[in-house]
């Protein structure tokens, strides 16, 4: 745990990252105290707060404090626990394996932006590519799209984005701090006996909130020199449900003074950025906060370029940007990320979109436990009528146990004619899609599954990682899916002051590198060389040594079991395009 001294600050540092022990515990101080990261919208007089997710109708808004637990429909084992690792385990083996450094290290870091390493660019290719060859390229109803990341602004105008796309934010007068108003709780301290308030405390979000809030109050009336038993349970709420006169007595978590909070605001999320030569209001143009409108602006190119009819898919992926008020957790909330998007069109009919959602939802989940995720890690959460947007006609988001919580990683929204409907008024120019069999045009209706690369990047990292012993030894091991493995076999001459196993390994190696992303090592022990590529996620390593000179066999040894096999090296193509691409 973060000592009291600190703890506050450390939660809002700016990641200042020089070397591996910087960047381990300025990462770690981000997902510390993190807990559901719920994105729910609340309400302070004058204004509703609808966030730049829910503006989506990707997030529910919890109408009531978050609960400790959140509903599920298909929710992970209760008695699941995830290995025994914490964020700053994952967040070491990121650096120490080059998975992820953090951006403009030398420069003290930038927050929430992020550097993928040799093996960080590895996995994310492999997960981009697995994605597109089993959404795109293995479906006769799937076409592919790259729009840019600026559009014209009146693309963000008529979706919406420019005048809704906000998060809820307050300031600290005093510290100069900068929180989101929906993932900053309150409430206020009394005693049970005679109902006397002690005072307000204030808390950032977390995997315990009611139980980090118990602690909070109970040093509240221990400073406060008052006897008696605090009334139990607190009726905790966010900041944007405060009044105005409650406002003036939640202390900032920054620095305990009551009072020195601003009152909620609208934050737009959007970069902005200018086009041409000239910086004026003319110019103004925005980066984009998510690639689907892209691929709606496009929908009548796509349709008849394509030659493809109703129902059929736009997929796309690609980098999109938002200014988030406290970036966290790592790479699970950042300003730069990439998105997997599919905008599915289907007849406007209302009994036709069921079907289609419900086999969206199961697509979504089988894939995402073929490519090596735990399962048991993995839940569902349907949400509610009144939390959909206004145009939604469901949403069911596939959430993921991470350390810090469990979150939202893949949406599955259905969504209506909102967005075609949207361009088509602003436009001017129509969004109609003929049905030559049924001799009408209509508006088609969108089924949109969405999930963002960088979170599902963390989410296999947190399913690989294990640590056991062999030999005595602690291993920290990622069991990736062979597929997913950034290298897929590490190829080790036993000796190398042997010139002929050194040119038979040297051969093995060049005629795998072909095909595979393959490694290289002749330094150190052979069981060192294992632990090595165990850390990496390397499913398999082989080993050439004397006896291969012999029979022209080579060891194998499986990652996960350890199991060593001898293999004739012409058998070698054959088991790992079986083991590697089934």
């Known amino acids: 745990m973060v000592g009291p001294k600190r703890r506050t600050s450390l939660v809002f540092a700016v990641l200042m990252l020089s070397t591996t022990r910087s960047f381990i515990a300025s990462a770690f101080s981000n997902v510390q105290n993190a807990g559901f990261l719920g994105r729910g919208g609340g309400q302070i007089p004058g204004r509703v707060f609808r966030t730049a997710e829910q503006r989506r109708g990707l997030v529910r808004t919890p109408s009531r404090a978050p609960p400790t637990k959140e509903l599920l429909v298909t929710s992970p084992d209760e008695d699941t626990t995830v290995s025994t690792y914490n964020m700053e385990d994952i967040v070491n083996v990121c650096k120490r394996r080059g998975f992820v450094f953090q951006s403009s290290e030398i420069y003290n870091g930038f927050n929430g932006f992020y550097d993928y390493g040799p093996l960080g660019v590895e996995l994310k290719n492999n997960i981009k590519q697995r994605w597109w060859r089993d959404m795109v390229h293995s479906r006769d109803d799937m076409v592919g799209l790259d729009s840019s990341i600026i559009a014209s602004p009146r693309v963000w105008e008529a979706s919406g984005h420019v005048a809704g796309f906000v998060d809820p934010m307050v300031d600290c007068r005093v510290s100069k701090l900068r929180y989101r108003a929906d993932q900053l709780y309150f409430t206020k301290v009394e005693l049970q006996e005679d109902g006397e308030v002690i005072g307000y405390i204030a808390l950032l979000d977390s995997g315990d909130l009611h139980g980090e809030a118990r602690k909070l109050a109970e040093k509240l009336k221990k400073k406060a020199g008052k006897e008696g038993t605090i009334k139990f349970p607190l009726d905790i709420k966010d900041m944007t449900k405060a009044t105005v006169a409650e406002m003036a007595l939640i202390p900032s978590p920054a620095t305990g003074e009551p009072g020195s909070l601003t009152p909620p605001r609208a934050f737009n999320l959007m970069f902005q950025t200018s086009v041409g030569a000239l910086a004026d209001a003319s110019s103004t143009a925005f980066l984009r906060p998510e690639t689907a409108q892209g691929i709606f602006t496009n929908f009548k190119n796509v349709q008849s370029t394509g030659r493809v009819k109703v129902p059929f898919g736009i997929a796309q992926i690609g980098k999109a940007f938002r200014n988030e008020i406290t970036p966290r957790n790592f790479i699970f909330r950042s300003r730069e990320f990439e998105q997997m998007e599919i905008e599915y069109f289907i007849p406007p009919e209302e009994e036709v979109w069921p079907d289609f959602y419900n086999k969206w939802i199961e697509t979504a989940w089988q894939w995402l436990t073929s490519i090596g995720m735990r399962e048991d890690l993995m839940g569902r959460d349907v949400h509610l009528k009144g939390d959909l947007a206004h145009y939604a006609k469901a949403c069911t ?38 049905d030559e069999a049924n001799k009408r045009r209509y508006v088609p209706h969108v089924i949109e599954p969405s999930i963002g690369v960088d979170r599902l990047f963390l989410a296999l990292i947190c399913s690989a990682y294990a640590e056991d012993e062999i030999e005595g030894e602690k291993r920290v091991v990622l069991k990736f899916h062979p597929s997913m493995a950034p290298i897929k076999v590490g190829v080790f001459p036993l000796v190398k002051n042997k010139p002929e196993i050194m040119e038979k390994a040297r051969a093995i190696y060049d005629q795998l590198k072909r095909r595979y992303n393959v490694f290289w090592d002749v330094s150190g022990a052979i069981g060192r060389r294992y632990r090595r590529m165990d850390e990496a996620g390397t499913p398999f390593c082989i080993t050439v040594d004397f006896d291969t000179l012999e029979d022209d066999s080579v060891t194998v040894r499986e990652r996960d079991s350890t199991r060593q096999t001898r293999m004739k090296v012409d058998d070698l193509l054959a088991f790992f395009d079986k083991e590697i691409n089934g």
Do not use: C, N, W
């Not at 949406?411 to 075609?420: E, T």
């Open 397 to 434: 988001d596939i959430v993921f146990r991470f350390p810090f919580g469990q979150v939202e990683l893949q949406g599955i929204a259905a969504r209506g004619d909102y967005d075609l409907t949207q361009h088509q008024t602003s436009s001017g120019k129509s969004m109609e899609y003929f």
